[in-house]
């Protein structure tokens, strides 16, 4: 091996290396929670506020806005997990949202993913938003479950729907919209993909796109 091949192979090496490490979640320190807003919102005794990556749940009343059908039960279920544990955050590759809060992988002292543990029984869905996607194929399978059991907000979509048309997902963000959707039909032809009813959407890791898509009132 020639002196430059050796340094240009010792230099792939070396950008993998970095690669892996930049792309595996980061772990911190244990924590306590002071506080639960919602079902993927907590505020920590220090202060900080942390999302939970990955996942959205139903909104609780807030400001001007009403609650959404199994907001509450989502938040009682978070209170649940985290009150009274020490936790963990893994952070992903994006730390912070616009908001300041902490970007979260949330992992209590007895090893449970909290994250997981919200999709698993029924109060939350996949958001997939990159780059935090670390986790995201253990979270779609968590929220596979749920729909195979028919858990929490899974009982309000119908797996046999057959809309009059298909639904417009977009597979860079992984957001579906209904099909005549004004922000959905501006979407690049190549990111186009019809999902032929929203229990398929979800099914596949979709996630409705904000204000196009809603449950159902229970």
């Known amino acids: ?128 938003r990159f780059p935090n996607t670390a986790r995201t194929d253990e979270l779609l399978d968590a929220q596979r479950e749920s729909m195979e059991q028919g858990r929490g907000i899974w009982r309000r979509i119908n797996k046999n729907e057959h809309p009059l048309h298909a639904y417009l997902g977009n597979r860079r963000s992984k957001r579906f919209h209904v099909y005549d959707c004004p922000q959905g039909n501006r979407m690049s032809a190549k990111n186009r993909i019809w999902l032929k009813n929203q229990w398929t959407a979800f099914w596949e890791g979709y996630a409705p796109a904000k204000g196009c898509i809603v449950f159902p009132p229970e």
């Open 1 to 128: 091996m020639t002196k430059f091949r050796k340094t240009c192979w010792l230099a792939g090496i070396f950008l993998f290396v970095v690669f892996i490490v930049w792309n595996e979640p980061r772990a911190q320190s244990w924590v306590a929670v002071r506080w639960v807003a919602d079902g993927d919102t907590i505020i920590l005794k220090d202060g900080r506020h942390v999302r939970y990556i990955g996942i959205d749940t139903p909104e609780v009343a807030h400001e001007n806005c009403l609650a959404e059908p199994m907001g509450e039960a989502a938040k009682a279920f978070n209170r649940e997990l985290v009150i009274g544990s020490r936790m963990r955050l893994e952070t992903d590759r994006e730390e912070k949202d616009r908001y300041g809060r902490v970007l979260a992988y949330v992992y209590r002292e007895d090893g449970l993913f909290v994250n997981a543990e919200l999709l698993r029984n029924g109060f939350a869905h996949v958001l997939y």
